[in-house]
C-alpha cells in the first residue's frame, strides 16, 4: 500500500541555519504532496502542499517540490527561527482510491536554538 | 471562520471504561475525518465521513470504536472498552469534499490516557 518515510528526528539548528527534511513516498496512482507542521499544544497546520509532478509549493519561506523521478517531497528553508521549533509531517493524498484519504510520516520534531 | 473544534481536550481513563469524545467540523464541510495518533508517530485514519455516510473505516477496530455522524455535521467517536493501547490523541479533520485541493483542517485533538 501507499506509505511516506521522513527522516528521523529531532533535528537541532541553530537560528539562521539552512533546513532540509527528506520525505520519500510510495504508492501506486499519482498523489496530491502535503507538508502539515504541528506546533507545540496545536493541531496540524497545513504548511504547503503540490497537487502534480514538478510543482513547487511555498509558504512562509518553506519549499517542497513534488520529485516523481525520486518520489520525493523534501522540505526547505533557507534560514529557520525560533518560531519555527515544530513537528513537521509530510502526507500524501491517495487520488486513485477514491477516497482521497491521507497517509502521514511519523513526523520530524525541529527544534531551533537561538 | 471557526475551525474545527474538539472536547474534551485530555481524558483519562482506567482500562475497560468507555469513552466519547465530539467533534464540530468547520461550517459547510461535508467530509470529516477521525484520526488517532500515538505517540511518536503520524496520524492514522480510523474513518471517514462524506455528510453521514460512512466513506472509509477499514482501520477502525469495530469490536471496541464506533463513530457517528448524525444530520451531515457533528460526529463522535465511542470507545468502549478502553486498552491501554488506545492511549493516543485523536484528531477530528474536516474539507470542503475530498477532491478541493484536498485541504484538511484538523482540531487541537483530544488527548486519551488509559491507566
Known amino acids: 500500500g501507499d506509505s511516506v518515510t521522513q527522516m528521523e528526528g529531532p533535528v537541532t539548528l541553530s537560528e539562521e541555519a539552512f533546513l532540509t527534511i527528506n520525505c520519500t513516498y510510495t504508492a501506486t496512482g499519482y498523489p496530491s504532496l502535503f507538508w502539515y507542521v504541528q506546533y507545540p499544544g496545536e493541531g496540524l497546520q497545513l504548511l504547503l502542499k503540490a497537487t502534480k509532478a514538478d510543482d513547487k509549493g511555498s509558504n512562509k519561506g518553506f519549499e517542497a517540490t513534488y520529485r516523481k523521478e525520486t518520489t520525493s517531497f523534501h522540505l526547505e528553508k533557507g534560514s529557520v527561527q525560533v518560531s519555527d521549533s515544530a513537528v513537521y509531517f509530510c502526507?500524501?493524498?491517495?487520488?486513485?482510491?477514491?477516497?482521497?484519504?491521507?497517509?502521514f510520516g511519523t513526523g520530524t520534531r525541529l527544534k531551533v536554538l537561538a | 471562520e471557526a475551525g474545527v473544534a474538539q472536547s474534551p481536550r485530555y481524558k483519562i481513563i482506567e482500562k475497560r471504561q468507555s469513552v466519547a469524545f465530539w467533534c464540530n467540523p468547520i461550517s459547510g464541510h461535508a467530509t470529516l475525518y477521525w484520526y488517532q495518533q500515538i505517540l511518536g508517530q503520524g496520524p492514522k485514519l480510523l474513518i471517514q465521513f462524506q455528510n453521514n455516510g460512512v466513506v472509509d473505516d477499514s482501520q477502525l477496530p469495530k469490536d471496541r470504536f464506533s463513530a457517528e455522524r448524525l444530520k451531515g455535521v457533528d460526529s463522535t467517536l465511542k470507545i468502549q472498552p478502553a486498552k491501554l493501547e488506545d492511549s493516543a490523541v485523536y484528531l477530528c479533520?474536516?474539507?470542503?469534499?475530498?477532491?478541493?485541493?484536498?485541504?484538511?483542517?484538523f482540531g487541537p485533538g483530544t488527548r486519551l490516557t488509559v491507566l
Open positions: 502526507a500524501l493524498s491517495d487520488t486513485t482510491s477514491g477516497t482521497y484519504k491521507y497517509i
Open positions: 479533520a474536516s474539507s470542503l469534499d475530498p477532491v478541493s485541493y484536498n485541504e484538511q483542517f
